[in-house]
């Protein structure tokens, strides 16, 4: 083993000195013919006869010149630079071919390690924390679904149980005003618990984080800040700590500052502050609140820490009997799985649709080798009789595409990364993981290896196969060949089918795309059951400890929509916990004198009486909530039509009653008049094929301890207004914030952006698709036309022979587009039955479109072969062009 | 007679072992003299021994000054080639041995 590497590296020693090593050798044989030439004249010999005698006793100068020269070069590297030099040479002697060739390259390669680079960020880059893979997100199943988030009751279960795992980390983002003199912000807040910090590694870069102590309930109020909010609020005042700020109304002493490299992307919230979370060990509270994670003992195993999951769910239900089912269950999932679930399925229809690109332009570049081929019959042929191996041959002409492919991998590397920011800046698709401006989409050695290692197979596939052609059979036919008689019909066909081929994988991309954007479409068309235009939202925090009462919350509501609904230009103000087609909380509800059969999950929505007339959402049946519907008023709800339906199929909602929560929080919460049935509003996921039944209910019949509970999420206004201007909307804001003490205002948005923002990500998966299919096309294009110009070249002399006695030109032009029409139809009538069967993968992405939506195939198609058409065009016009008197004199 | 290869190595080897350094036109006079004519050698060939020999690390190369006041190159053995040469010699005169007798017993009849 050190022998031979101790050899290889005096070998490459050799090597190396090469050069110089030859002209040593040259000085020595040169002195050594010399000093033999001197011996012999000084026996008597003449010069000449002296040359000739020490010529012959040397033997041959330049056989033993070249064989000492191989001997110090190594086989490998001398072959590698003699075929580059060759391959470089016959790139340039066709540039055109090359240039085609690389930009196919440069598509197909470009576009993969585009995608690539995001699945690596995404799905394969290990998660920035100590130890990743023992991470685990812990959770729970509910009536047959999984929530990936814990209740303080479940939280304190869990850390009870805590055999198989250590470090629980719980955190809960919430926003908070801030106020610092007589400034109120409102930031993003973290609340965890101590283990947080050791869980992912976070350390203070100033002070230090929670202790166990401030962590307990009635814990001092300390807070710690991170990075960019220190730099931005205190200029990175080293003085800091020690200091204190309000918080919601408290006071509260900073006792450090978080280091920069926290990454805390994956729980979608960069923080400004992080607080306790002073957990009580006694909790009540069954809303499932938390995000919890935990790291798994190094002796346990994932299905150990399963079972003992299922151990903990059993001992949450004996301690709880209410708040679960028998069948419910605790969970356990390892993060990163955790964290890429929802996105993984869309990656891989990209990498799906990549892969069929990179297909394509494989076959282009095949293509035009076989094209360039045939040409360089001759040359290959005297290369074989000049005593070229097959073997030879084949390795020149793979050099040669792999130097193409190279070319086209690096340029593709560079444009795919720009292509890959420009996309992300566009629209982030709501990807985990990728951070503020996908920063963390980046060329790294995995993005470069995984370049360079397709780069390597597309050049071998495309270069050793149509070498191989090329290499086989009797090259005496050729030597004497013009280069232009030279392709057999069985070539002809053969790349008719690669055409083909090429037709029938781009009409099965044009068909995603199109499908994706049907679906687009349909969904921006999609009536929503309310009309978004000219409406404005906002969160509001409520600053200090006024707003825990309902009444409270109920006369704040009141007077803020007078004070909004007086501003000229506004038409009307609604308020809201949670914001349609942003978030919504969900429940099961049970119905007075009813038992359900099914499970019963159902959208949550506390909301103020003007929120369906602000919106424009119908009242069916019954009434709207009032503001008469107040605290001591019989409690009332309102259900949407999907609710109706499900729950109430004879259509006598109007008489029940129903309960949220039951069982789920400590005092029962009332039972509830049904009032009025309003129409169903498309505010949650965007692909929801089927509208998700809704209970509403008045901000102002809450008990008071859920308004408190409330409370830190602030409130979420809704206000229809005239027109969209920016001092209108200053003046709302202005208004709002006064009507509250000085609330901080955050997140003004359209209702229209939260709709576009809904839909991101199926506008990405469109646009790269899109991209992806424009690609397809084009290179299909290049490759039609390619082989249909060069089928014209070839067949010059026919064509011209026909033309000379007597066959119109017309003719001869229809006569090539006929024949690009039939590959593409082949291509079509091949890339239908594939696109039919790769369709249905795509379903789960699809909205108003079936998978197999005719007027989508029927439109790919025509695009597919219209495109073709004028690609056979051009050749086609020169075959009817061509003058018989020229070309057949000049032959 | 013609020279095989390994044979020839073998022979600068035991060249510079036994005359010390030489450069490639001396060790071609000493091979010519003690060979005395039965051996016809290509003497280009003992530079492609040289430098095999010099990839195998047996034997060194320096620039020196020659007997004639040139500038040449001077090989030498080093002490892996010394091992190499008592090796192959052994080896040699047990092949030669055992030939030898193959052919004075392939002679009686």
């Known amino acids: 083993?050190?022998?031979?590497?101790?050899?290889?590296?005096?070998?490459?020693?050799?090597?190396?000195?090469?050069?110089?090593?030859?002209?040593?050798?040259?000085?020595?044989?040169?002195?050594?013919?010399?000093?033999?030439?001197?011996?012999?004249?000084?026996?008597?010999?003449?010069?000449?006869?002296?040359?000739?005698?020490?010529?012959?006793?040397?033997?041959?100068?330049?056989?033993?010149?070249?064989?000492?020269?191989?001997?110090?070069?190594?086989?490998?590297?001398?072959?590698?630079?003699?075929?580059?030099?060759?391959?470089?040479?016959?790139?340039?002697?066709?540039?055109?071919?090359?240039?085609?060739?690389?930009?196919?390259?440069?598509?197909?390669?470009?576009?993969?390690?585009?995608?690539?680079?995001?699945?690596?960020?995404?799905?394969?880059?290990?998660?920035?924390?100590?130890?990743?893979?023992?991470?685990?997100?812990?959770?729970?199943?509910?009536?047959?679904?999984?929530?990936?988030?814990?209740?303080?009751?479940?939280?304190?279960?869990?850390?009870?149980?805590?055999?198989?795992?250590?470090?629980?980390?719980?955190?809960?983002?919430?926003?908070?005003?801030?106020?610092?003199?007589?400034?109120?912000?409102?930031?993003h807040a973290l609340q965890t618990n101590t283990d947080f910090f050791a869980l992912f590694g976070a350390r203070a870069a100033l002070g230090r984080v929670f202790t166990a102590v401030e962590d307990r309930p009635g814990g001092d109020r300390v807070v710690l800040l991170s990075d960019g909010f220190w730099k931005r609020r205190f200029g990175s005042d080293p003085h800091i700590i020690g200091r204190s700020l309000r918080i919601d109304g408290t006071t509260a002493t900073i006792v450090g500052v978080l280091d920069g490299n926290v990454d805390t992307t994956i729980f979608n919230v960069v923080p400004d502050v992080w607080i306790p979370l002073q957990l009580d060990p006694n909790s009540t509270d069954h809303p499932p609140s938390l995000t919890?994670?935990?790291?798994?003992?190094?002796?346990?195993?994932?299905?150990?820490?399963?079972?003992?999951?299922?151990?903990?769910?059993?001992?949450?239900?004996?301690?709880?009997?209410?708040?679960?089912?028998?069948?419910?269950?605790?969970?356990?999932?390892?993060?990163?799985?955790?964290?890429?679930?929802?996105?993984?399925?869309?990656?891989?229809?990209?990498?799906?649709?990549?892969?069929?690109?990179?297909?394509?332009?494989?076959?282009?570049?095949?293509?035009?080798?076989?094209?360039?081929?045939?040409?360089?019959?001759?040359?290959?042929?005297?290369?074989?009789?000049?005593?070229?191996?097959?073997?030879?041959?084949?390795?020149?002409?793979?050099?040669?595409?792999?130097l193409q492919a190279f070319i086209g991998g690096s340029l593709g590397l560079a444009f795919g990364e720009v292509g890959v920011r420009m996309l992300l800046a566009l629209n982030p698709a709501d990807l985990p993981r990728i951070g503020p401006d996908a920063a963390a989409v980046t060329i790294d050695w995995r993005v470069a290896l995984f370049t360079f290692l397709i780069s390597a197979l597309a050049g071998l596939v495309c270069g050793v196969w149509p070498a191989m052609r090329l290499a086989t059979g009797d090259q005496r036919l050729h030597v004497g060949s013009d280069g232009r008689s030279g392709a057999t019909t069985r070539e002809r066909s053969l790349r008719g089918l690669l055409v083909v081929s090429q037709m029938a994988l781009a009409l099965v991309l044009l068909v995603g795309a199109t499908l994706l954007i049907r679906t687009f479409v349909s969904l921006k068309a999609a009536d929503r059951g309310y009309d978004g235009d000219r409406v404005l939202t906002l969160r509001a925090a409520l600053v200090d400890g006024r707003f825990t009462t309902t009444s409270s919350v109920e006369r704040l509501v009141r007077t803020t929509v007078e004070r909004v609904a007086a501003i000229p230009g506004v038409i009307g103000a609604a308020a809201t916990r949670t914001l349609p087609l942003e978030s919504d909380w969900r429940t099961s509800v049970s119905i007075v004198d009813r038992p359900l059969n099914e499970p019963s999950i159902v959208s949550y929505r506390i909301i103020s009486p003007e929120y369906f007339d602000v919106l424009h959402v119908p009242i069916v049946q019954g009434r709207a909530l009032i503001d008469g519907d107040g605290p001591g008023a019989p409690p009332v709800a309102v259900i949407n039509q999907a609710m109706a339906r499900r729950y109430w199929p004879d259509g006598d909602a109007l008489n029940s009653r129903l309960i949220a929560f039951p069982g789920l929080v400590p005092d029962d919460e009332p039972a509830r008049d049904i009032v009025g049935i309003v129409g169903n509003v498309r505010d949650g996921m965007p692909l929801d094929q089927d509208e998700r039944p809704t209970v509403y209910v008045s901000l102002a019949q809450l008990r008071d301890r859920e308004s408190a509970s409330q409370a830190p999420a602030g409130l979420a206004w809704i206000i229809r207004t005239r027109s969209e201007s920016a001092a209108l909307v200053r003046s709302i804001e202005r208004e709002i914030g006064q009507a509250g003490g000085n609330s901080p205002i955050a997140d003004v948005r359209s209702m229209n952006q939260l709709a576009a923002r809904a839909i991101a990500p199926t506008a990405f998966s469109m646009s790269v698709l899109t991209v992806f299919g424009a690609c397809a096309l084009l290179l299909a294009v290049t490759g039609m036309y390619g082989v249909s110009a060069y089928a014209v070249q070839q067949r010059t002399y026919e064509i011209a022979v026909r033309l000379a006695i007597g066959a119109p030109s017309h003719q001869m032009r229809n006569m090539v587009l006929l024949e690009g029409l039939k590959l593409a139809s082949c291509g079509v009538a091949l890339g239908i039955p594939a696109a039919i069967a790769l369709a249905g993968t795509l379903s789960a992405f699809l909205f108003g479109v079936v998978p197999h939506d005719v007027p989508t195939f029927a439109m790919a198609s025509l695009v597919l072969s219209a495109t073709a058409f004028a690609a056979v065009w051009l050749p086609a016009t020169r075959a009817s062009r061509i003058d018989p008197a020229k070309i057949l004199r000049g032959a | 007679m013609d020279v095989l290869q390994g044979t020839l190595d073998l022979m600068v080897l035991q060249t510079l072992g036994s005359m010390g350094p030489l450069h490639g036109y001396g060790i071609a006079r000493r091979i010519e003299q003690i060979s005395q004519d039965v051996l016809k050698l290509n003497e280009?060939?003992?530079?492609?021994?040289?430098?095999?020999?010099?990839?195998?690390?047996?034997?060194?190369?320096?620039?020196?000054?020659?007997?004639?006041?040139?500038?040449?190159?001077?090989?030498?053995?080093?002490?892996?080639?010394?091992?190499?040469?008592?090796?192959?010699?052994?080896?040699?005169?047990?092949?030669?041995?055992?030939?030898?007798?193959?052919l004075r017993t392939a002679e009686q009849p």
């Open chain 1, 1 to 187: 083993m050190w022998a031979t590497l101790i050899t290889w590296c005096s070998r490459l020693g050799f090597a190396l000195r090469r050069r110089r090593l030859d002209e040593e050798t040259r000085y020595e044989i040169d002195t050594h013919v010399d000093l033999l030439v001197d011996r012999y004249i000084r026996s008597g010999l003449t010069p000449e006869e002296a040359y000739v005698r020490a010529r012959r006793q040397f033997g041959s100068v330049t056989a033993v010149r070249q064989e000492i020269s191989e001997m110090n070069g190594i086989q490998f590297v001398d072959d590698l630079r003699q075929d580059l030099r060759v391959a470089v040479r016959a790139l340039r002697s066709a540039p055109l071919v090359s240039a085609i060739a690389i930009v196919s390259f440069t598509v197909g390669i470009g576009a993969n390690s585009a995608v690539f680079s995001i699945v690596n960020a995404v799905l394969l880059k290990p998660l920035p924390y100590p130890d990743p893979d023992r991470l685990v997100l812990l959770g729970y199943t509910f009536s047959g679904a999984a929530v990936p988030l814990v209740s303080e009751t479940k939280l304190n279960v869990w850390k009870d149980q805590a055999v198989a795992w250590q470090d629980i980390a719980a955190l809960r983002a919430r926003r908070v005003a801030i106020t610092l003199g007589d400034q109120a912000e409102q930031v």
């Open chain 1, 292 to 402: 919890a994670a935990a790291r798994l003992r190094p002796d346990a195993t994932m299905a150990l820490a399963q079972a003992r999951a299922r151990v903990a769910g059993r001992e949450f239900h004996r301690r709880f009997p209410q708040a679960s089912g028998p069948q419910d269950t605790f969970t356990i999932v390892p993060f990163q799985d955790a964290l890429v679930q929802g996105i993984r399925p869309s990656l891989l229809v990209l990498v799906g649709a990549v892969v069929f690109v990179l297909l394509i332009s494989c076959v282009n570049v095949a293509n035009l080798m076989l094209i360039r081929g045939s040409v360089r019959r001759q040359e290959i042929a005297i290369r074989t009789a000049i005593g070229a191996t097959r073997r030879q041959i084949v390795r020149q002409l793979a050099t040669e595409s792999l």
């Open chain 2, 44 to 102: 280009g060939t003992v530079y492609a021994s040289l430098t095999r020999l010099q990839h195998e690390g047996w034997i060194s190369a320096s620039w020196g000054i020659s007997e004639n006041n040139r500038k040449a190159k001077f090989y030498a053995i080093t002490r892996a080639g010394r091992r190499q040469l008592a090796t192959e010699t052994d080896n040699w005169q047990r092949i030669s041995g055992v030939i030898a007798r193959l």
